[in-house]
């Protein structure tokens, strides 16, 4: 179904043939970022239903929606921590209200009744782009969940906490030896160890990460530490360019008693990472954002980090 407003919009569903012009939107959006690459977001398709939309003007993309269906909602992405309207500059304020009209008459026609709506939160923005918000506003959206997240300015005089110091100078004292790059399958063993204790898993197996790896091997990568050559922490990041987020944080036994995963986060926030704009260590809240980690936050707080939020939007249609 296309759909064409006044201003010659045309809004229409993604189909595979899309993928190549759908990456080169996402590649100069205001807010696309890795995840939002048709191969990221496709590496476990067959667990969702696509209803992704293209949205041009005279044949061109000017923003792209990545969205899944399960039965009579819309979320956007299922399997995406965030995605939302993804635009170019060439979007405005007047014409993404416009978009807005069109995806609501689209998913109505399919039988949709609400839109679940995971907004790009700011650290991730390239430029100022949040029309979306402002148009759900206009449409009756209303705010449903709020998880806290914890990012580093890294350009804005941020200060490590006193005990961080202690702890990355006790891990050097201790011989912890920090290094890019090793062995996945260590670090996904490593990790599915120290989740197992909390009574959950990875969101990735070992053979997606390895997937996800081979497809953008500069912008999924593995930090780890060691001592005397034995794997004692690992990070693994996912490089937005102006951003860096740890999408994986491990360490073993004795990596926390020689502090090997506060010495790698230093090395990586002080100096493998310092010219970028933000460093991402994610939520650290529960039940919908209902429950604060405090004891977690806390942690990230000792690196200087402080809040942003990721909030989802309930669309009634």
């Given at each position: 179904m296309h759909r064409k407003g006044p201003s010659m919009l045309t809004l229409r569903p993604y189909v595979p043939a899309d993928a190549a012009a759908w990456d080169a939107l996402v590649a100069r959006s205001r807010t696309g970022n890795l995840l939002h690459r048709r191969g990221y977001m496709?590496?476990?398709?067959?667990?969702?239903?696509?209803?992704?939309?293209?949205?041009?003007?005279?044949?061109?993309?000017?923003a792209v929606f990545p969205a899944s269906r399960n039965g009579r909602v819309v979320t956007s992405h299922g399997g995406l921590?965030?995605?939302?309207?993804?635009?170019?500059?060439?979007?405005?304020?007047?014409?993404?209200?416009?978009?807005?009209?069109?995806?609501?008459?689209?998913?109505?026609a399919a039988g949709i009744r609400r839109v679940l709506y995971k907004a790009v939160p700011r650290v991730f923005h390239a430029y100022p782009a949040e029309e979306d918000l402002y148009a759900l506003h206009r449409?009756?959206?209303?705010?449903?969940?709020?998880?806290?997240?914890?990012?580093?300015?890294?350009?804005?005089?941020?200060?490590?906490?006193?005990?961080?110091?202690?702890?990355?100078?006790?891990?050097?004292?201790a011989g912890v030896h920090v290094e890019t790059g090793g062995d996945l399958a260590a670090f996904h063993a490593l990790l599915t160890e120290v989740l197992r204790r909390h009574e959950a898993t990875p969101t990735h197996s070992l053979e997606e990460?390895?997937?996800?790896?081979?497809?953008?091997?500069?912008?999924?990568?593995?930090?780890?530490?060691?001592?005397?050559?034995?794997l004692q922490a690992g990070a693994l990041v996912y490089d937005f360019g102006h951003a860096v987020h740890t999408q994986y944080l491990a360490a073993s036994d004795e990596g926390r008693r020689c502090d090997a995963l506060s010495l790698l986060l230093g090395e990586l926030i002080g100096s493998v990472y310092a010219d970028r704009h933000y460093f991402s260590f994610g939520i650290s809240t529960e039940q919908e954002g209902r429950v604060l980690n405090g004891g977690l936050v806390t942690q990230k707080e000792r690196f200087g980090a402080r809040a942003v939020v990721h909030d989802f939007y309930e669309w009634a249609l």
């Open positions: 496709d590496y476990h398709a067959d667990r969702f239903t696509d209803c992704s939309l293209m949205v041009e003007r005279e044949g061109e993309p000017v921590t965030y995605a939302g309207l993804l635009s170019t500059s060439a979007l405005r304020a007047e014409t993404t209200l416009e978009v807005f009209t069109q995806m609501a008459a689209h998913y109505r449409l009756g959206a209303r705010l449903v969940r709020r998880d806290l997240s914890s990012v580093v300015a890294l350009r804005e005089g941020y200060r490590l906490a006193a005990e961080r110091r202690r702890d990355i100078r006790h891990a050097r004292q990460l390895r997937l996800l790896q081979a497809r953008f091997p500069q912008q999924i990568v593995l930090h780890t530490a060691h001592v005397a050559g034995t």
